[in-house]
Nanobody, 124 residues
């Protein structure tokens, strides 16, 4: 049984940093692309960042580029999202997801497995 478990969400102030973790089990972790998504209240889920297998190439949405860093530790079956200089608009539930072969259909990333999410709230 595949499980993705996110952790690290918290209530922080603008400008603060957080590191989210995604612990995976039940899959060959280093064979899966890992992505972080987020969903703010009343908004659609959006992809934030991803990291591939092999060369570990990364993708960032424009809204987080330069502030967030994705990484993975295949030995620990864990992916991370380092979030710096957090803004009010980063408030959302953050989800980790994995896919063996990434398909993007109509702008939607088709992922094989999803975690249950961790809440990040940026508030003064």
């Amino acid at each position: 049984q595949v499980q993705l478990v996110e952790s690290g969400g918290d209530l922080v102030q603008p400008g603060d940093s957080l590191r989210l973790s995604c612990a995976a089990s039940g899959l060959t972790f280093d064979s899966y692309l890992i992505a972080w998504f987020r969903q703010a209240p009343g908004k659609e889920r959006e992809v934030v960042s991803s990291i591939s297998t092999g060369d570990g190439s990364t993708y960032y949405s424009d809204s987080v580029k330069g502030r967030f860093t994705i990484s993975r530790d295949n030995a620990k079956n864990t992916a991370y999202l380092q979030m710096n200089n957090l803004k009010f608009e980063d408030t959302a539930t953050y989800y980790c997801a994995a896919t063996y072969n990434l398909e993007i259909v109509g702008g939607t990333w088709k992922m094989d497995y999803w975690g249950k999410g961790t809440l990040v709230t940026v508030s003064s």
